[in-house]
């Protein structure tokens, strides 16, 4: 009888153990799964977060650095007269009258290229205007800055000014030929503007009587 009761509580031990055995493995194989698929998850998002602020970066650098490109490597031109197609133009920072000609598509059959300095530097607004050959009545300066395009004193206007007339017009001076008028302007170009009229002096064949005789008829202004 007694060994009967015995193997009954024998029996009930080992179930019970069976269960809770069951029951651990269960849940530490849901555990491990569970923990095994969270990281995955959140990685996905953080990288693509990283890839996209990166991207923006890189995109306002790019916009930033070609809007100071236009702004600082372009000048406007008018170019106007004897050219084939006269019109406002774009052209780069430390380009010459020449250049803008050539995009104004070159010179006219008519044209008289002495008209104006070729080798001149183009100046932000600046209009460049082109004589025909004959033609009269021109302003002195065809090659013009801003503020002598919107107009200038009468006084002034009769006056060659030293910095910005090219060979033709230094020759309208009294007693200037074509060579002293290249010695002018290849002085100009390897020394600068002249900030004075007695600066003349310093050139080639220009003496005091000379520059006595021109200092009513020429400016530096």
């Given at each position: 009888m007694l060994q009967e009761k015995i193997r009954e509580h024998m029996k009930l031990i080992?179930?019970?153990?069976?269960?809770?055995?069951?029951?651990v493995i269960f849940g530490v194989t849901h555990l491990m799964g569970a923990s095994s698929n969270t990281p995955a998850s959140d990685a996905q998002p953080l990288v693509a977060a990283q890839n996209l602020t990166v991207t923006a970066s890189e995109s306002s650098g790019k916009t930033q650095s070609s809007d100071k490109e236009t702004t600082s490597d372009?000048?406007?031109?008018?170019?106007?007269?004897?050219?084939?197609?006269?019109?406002?133009?774009?052209v780069k920072a430390g380009a010459r009258v020449?250049?803008?000609?050539?995009?104004?598509?070159?010179?006219?059959?008519?044209?008289?290229?002495?008209s104006v300095n070729l080798a001149q530097k183009v100046t932000d607004e600046?209009?460049?205007?082109?004589?025909?050959?004959?033609?009269?009545?021109?302003a002195q300066a065809n090659v013009t800055s801003p503020a002598n395009a919107t107009g200038t004193s009468a006084g002034a206007s009769e006056k060659v000014n030293l910095n910005t007339a090219d060979l033709t017009q230094l020759q309208t001076l009294s007693g200037i030929g074509a060579k002293k008028a290249q010695d002018i302007i290849d002085y100009r170009?390897?020394?600068?503007?002249?900030k004075a009229i007695e600066d003349l002096s310093q050139v080639s064949g220009f003496g005091e009587k000379t520059l006595e005789k021109l200092k009513e008829s020429i400016t530096v202004d």
């Open positions: 080992v179930g019970a153990g069976i269960v809770v055995l069951v029951v372009f000048l406007i031109v008018d170019v106007k007269g004897a050219v084939k197609n006269p019109n406002v133009y774009q020449n250049d803008a000609i050539l995009q104004a598509g070159g010179l006219t059959a008519q044209a008289d290229a002495k600046m209009v460049v205007y082109v004589a025909a050959q004959g033609e009269v009545g021109l170009e390897q020394n600068g503007n002249f």
